[in-house]
């Protein structure tokens, strides 16, 4: 158990990021953070050192990602195919079956100690899923939870035609966590017809544009998801240097 509580997170918005280079940034930032943990089991409690929080959002260009437990197979393209959508495709460390991460999508990466907050892997996802949902309906739409499925879905509820709009996929060990969500903003949804996202066959998947029927601003919902963010789980929030 971590006795110095750090609730700071260190913000950076990373832009537009080949998904390669993010996910190699996020492991470094992680293993640093584990090695502090690692350390600290061998110190003194008057040398241990508080672990750092961090948060990142960025963009990537086309990209499809298969999780852990994911089926190669609901991925419905061959190599040349990708070459012709101009897309890449990875089998990543996270949880979760097949996404597609693009321009006009906002990925979020925390990468942070629970120790700090909860240690709690289930709260955890249902918290990043709140601050979504608090996030929509800012703009007037009313998102929440389908039983057994991860992520934010519209029509929730009576699920005559559910949406999936935010796909979440994490990773922990130690209570220190990776990967994160993906909000569709102003995705080009017609790459998801290339996969069976989620491995989930019977669903569709929206975006905050198509709900809208307009451009959205991408830093407008970046700052209002960064708010509910900290707000859950009382985070002292930093900019990056």
Known sequence: MNTLINRQVQFRDLGLIDYQE????QEKVFAETLSIKTRNRTLPDHEKVATPNFLFFCQ???????????????????????TQREAKYYRINRGGDITYHGPGQLV??????????????????????????????????????????????????????????????VKASRWVTMHG????????????????????????????SKELGREIDLKEVSLKLKTHLTELFQMEMEKAL
């Open 22 to 25: 993010a996910w190699d940034f």
């Open 60 to 82: 990537h260009p086309h990209v499809f990602t298969l999780g852990k437990s994911g089926k190669p197979d609901h991925l419905l393209l061959s190599d040349q195919d990708l």
């Open 181 to 208: 969500f993906a909000l569709n903003v102003n995705t080009d949804l017609s790459y998801f017809e290339n996969i069976v996202p989620c491995g989930i066959e019977d669903k569709a998947v929206t975006s905050l």
């Open 108 to 169: 979020g990466y925390p990468i942070l100690d629970l120790d700090n907050f909860f240690t709690d892997i289930h709260l955890y996802m249902r918290t990043l899923e709140e601050a979504i949902i608090l996030t929509l309906a800012d703009y007037g739409l009313a998102a929440g939870r389908i039983q057994g499925l991860t992520g934010v879905w519209l029509d929730f509820e009576a699920q005559i035609n559910p949406r999936k709009i935010c796909a979440l996929g």
